[in-house]
């Protein structure tokens, strides 16, 4: 995993509209450089993307944003939907490997706490990100639903399994593990996708170290004390 949240390895990956490329894997092959490269460009579309959408974003002002020409944007990302399909991929990815990281063995209260802070902490660290996956659902997801009834749905029931197994050990109350799943991914996903309404009302956001502290112990709090067992 890298320092701001986002997994190298692809866990998931979705074909683009143009090429035979997997959307988490540019139409180049990898070197060092080539990876910098990729980073800067898929941070620069984010922020693009999630600013103006799918059509109001333009390859020029991408490239801009990641200091280069748009002739070497292109270079590794040969279309407008092949670097949207790909930052998409990436927002998916850096939530969904945490996820995938949850197993039987462990300690119930610590897998799941280890869980909410990784997703409030991609919140902080990538919140446009997760505003532009939220344009891409509303928008009834058209990029990417093959991602979503795919490797996602088979990601989460297989979380769900792992769940229901920790209730009927005793190990977890006995609560709805998909709903719980919604309410982790709503509660964090919020601060991002509402962060001009969180600083009208709270005065900050995630991006201060304090706030972000008092949010990360009130979600745990909340999320926690109604899936642990009651004694």
């Known amino acids: 995993m890298t320092n701001d949240g986002r997994h190298d390895s692809a866990a998931l990956s979705s074909p683009t509209a143009s090429t035979g490329a997997t959307a988490a894997q540019p139409a180049r092959g990898r070197t060092r450089i080539g990876e910098a490269n990729i980073e800067r460009i898929l941070d620069a579309a984010t922020e693009v993307f999630s600013a103006y959408g799918f059509h109001g974003a333009r390859i020029g002002d991408i490239a801009e944003s990641a200091g280069m020409s748009k002739p070497n944007l292109l270079y590794y990302f040969p279309s407008k939907e092949a670097l949207y399909t790909a930052a998409l991929s990436q927002t998916l990815e850096m939530w969904v490997v945490p996820l995938g990281e949850i197993d039987d063995a462990q300690e119930p209260a610590d897998a799941l706490k280890g869980y909410i802070v990784r997703k409030l902490e991609a919140s902080r660290a990538r919140p446009a990100a997760s505003r532009l996956f939220a344009m891409e659902v509303i928008q009834g997801a058209p990029n990417l639903m093959p991602l979503l009834t795919g490797p996602l749905r088979d990601m989460v029931d297989a979380k769900v399994a792992t769940m229901t197994r920790w209730i009927e ?22 601060y991002a996708d509402f962060s001009v309404q969180i600083r009208a009302l709270a005065g900050s956001d995630l991006s201060n170290e304090a706030f972000f502290n008092r949010t990360r112990d009130a979600l745990l709090d909340v999320l926690l004390k109604g899936v642990l067992p009651r004694k």
Do not use: K, N, V, Y
């Open 169 to 190: 050990a005793g190990r977890l109350a006995p609560i709805d593990p998909l709903h719980f799943i919604f309410s982790i991914w709503a509660t964090t996903q919020h």
